[in-house]
């Protein structure tokens, strides 16, 4: 998964990533955002991007 910063220093966050096979990212995306964890995000078994507010980052570490 990589990020990048978006707008300065007090905006979200932007990630995306690439998945293996038998990890489905984008459900773990869709899972997170749903838990509140991300701003938003989406994807497929094999990619996902989603936007992160940066006092987020170690609860979606904790979650993946």
Known sequence: ????EVGGLN???KGS???IP???LGSAIIAA????ILAGGGGH???AGF???KSAMADFA???
Do not use: E, Y
């Not at 998964?1 to 990048?4: D, E, I, L, Q």
């Not at 955002?33 to 509140?36: D, E, V």
């Open 33 to 36: 955002h749903q838990a509140g």
């Open 45 to 47: 078994d094999m990619a």
């Open 11 to 13: 905006a979200p966050g």
């Open 1 to 4: 998964v990589a990020f990048g």
């Open 17 to 19: 990533g690439r998945s």
């Open 22 to 24: 038998g990890f489905r």
């Open 62 to 64: 904790r979650f993946l």
């Open 51 to 53: 936007t992160i507010d």
